[in-house]
């Protein structure tokens, strides 16, 4: 059982590049969501999903877009990555609202120069 | 406790000792809670939960306390052992919000010394 699987693991980008994260879940659930986590901080939410072809904006949104075309899958796009960017990003996904324990992936740790 | 920005707020104990972790928040219409584990270089993992209606929660060497008088959570984690060496989240789900996702704080470094 897989749970949550994020690719890829490592990325560094250049300023003004644009690259997207994949996120993938095989325990068939509703909901699912992509944080980042910043040194020392909490996780944000960027975006999330209720449901296929469903997206919703989190706190940090700006920057960043996301797809759910099929059920396991959401999708992280940056158009024109910037330093800000630089974070460790998470995907995580649940069977119901946030009233239900969430599954995390290992995480992507993006920088951008 | 909570801690904004770059130094996580930590606790260091003995192991074999018991350890407290602690968590406020600040919305009244929170009704549910989650502690994660999060070691280093992975994310984070569930390790339990407790809805507004309980005050307290039981499980394999935790137990999380709620009070909602004080909007206060917090983690007890037994026999601490070396193994439990990470940083420790508390989320909540705010019932008022549109938004279908749980809230962290900004996380305790627990450190346990051999």
């Known amino acids: 059982n897989a749970g949550v699987t994020q690719t890829p693991k490592f990325r560094v980008l250049k300023t003004g590049q644009s690259m997207t994260l994949l996120c993938a879940q095989d325990?068939?659930?509703?909901?699912m969501y992509w944080y980042r986590q910043d040194p020392g901080m909490g996780l944000r939410l960027i975006h999330y999903s209720v449901g296929e072809g469903t997206t919703a904006k989190g706190e940090v949104p700006d920057g960043y877009n996301v797809s759910r075309l099929k059920k396991q899958n959401f999708l992280l796009g940056l158009e024109s990555a910037a330093p800000s960017q630089t974070s460790v990003y998470f995907c995580?996904?649940?069977?119901?609202?946030?009233?239900?324990?969430?599954?995390f992936g290992q995480g992507t740790r993006l920088t951008v120069v | 406790g909570e801690s904004v920005g770059l130094h996580l707020p930590t606790l260091s104990v003995q192991e074999g000792d018991n350890s407290i972790i602690n968590c406020a928040y600040s919305n009244s219409a929170s009704d549910y809670f989650i502690w994660y584990k999060q070691e280093s270089g992975k994310g984070p993992q569930f390790i339990i939960d407790?809805?507004?209606?309980?005050d307290k929660r039981q499980g394999q060497r935790v137990t999380v306390l709620l009070n909602k008088t004080v909007k206060h959570l917090s983690l007890q984690i037994a026999a601490t052992q070396p193994g439990d060496s990470a940083v420790y989240f508390c989320?909540?789900?705010?019932?008022?919000?549109?938004?279908?996702?749980?809230?962290f704080g900004s996380g305790t470094r627990l450190q346990v010394q051999p």
């Open positions: 989320a909540e789900n705010i019932r008022d919000t549109g938004r279908r996702a749980l809230t």
């Open positions: 407790i809805r507004s209606n309980m």
């Open positions: 995580a996904s649940s069977y119901s609202t946030g009233q239900a324990k969430a599954f």
């Open positions: 325990m068939n659930h509703e909901y």
